[in-house]
């Protein structure tokens, strides 16, 4: 079992920053990729970035340029640093770890942080 736990989330101004971090604890040897998502009310949960375990990443396109995802090994924490938010940036964003044993993906999922960017 992986348990997340994301803190860091809270009210921004628009054009403000904010960094999401995610402390992981448990079986942590077979996760492959950590990532952070995001659901804005009444949308679906939606990718925001990832990172593989040989420290790929990928963005979404509505935040590329404007988050950084990265980790620390040493403390097993994700972290996302968030600038020049947007009022279309609020959502709850939830951690997300990746495991694969036995060919199975795993999901594990963090409780979520409410991100708001509002004036």
């Known amino acids: 079992q992986v348990q997340l736990v994301e803190s860091g989330g809270g009210l921004v101004q628009p054009g403000g920053s904010l960094r999401l971090s995610c402390a992981a604890a448990?079986?942590?040897?077979?996760?492959?990729?950590m990532g952070w998502y995001r659901q804005a009310p009444g949308k679906q949960r939606e990718l925001v970035t990832d990172?593989?375990?040989?420290?790929?990443?990928s963005y979404a396109d509505s935040v590329k340029g404007r988050f950084t995802i990265s980790r620390d090994k040493a403390k097993n924490t994700l972290y996302l640093q968030m600038n020049s938010l947007k009022p279309e940036d609020t959502a709850v964003y939830f951690c997300?770890?990746?495991?694969?044993?036995?060919?199975?993906?795993?999901?594990?999922w963090g409780q979520g942080t409410q991100v708001t960017v509002s004036s």
């Open positions: 990172i593989t375990s040989g420290g790929s990443t």
């Open positions: 448990g079986s942590l040897g077979n996760i492959y990729a």
């Open positions: 997300n770890a990746q495991e694969f044993v036995y060919a199975q993906t795993t999901n594990f």
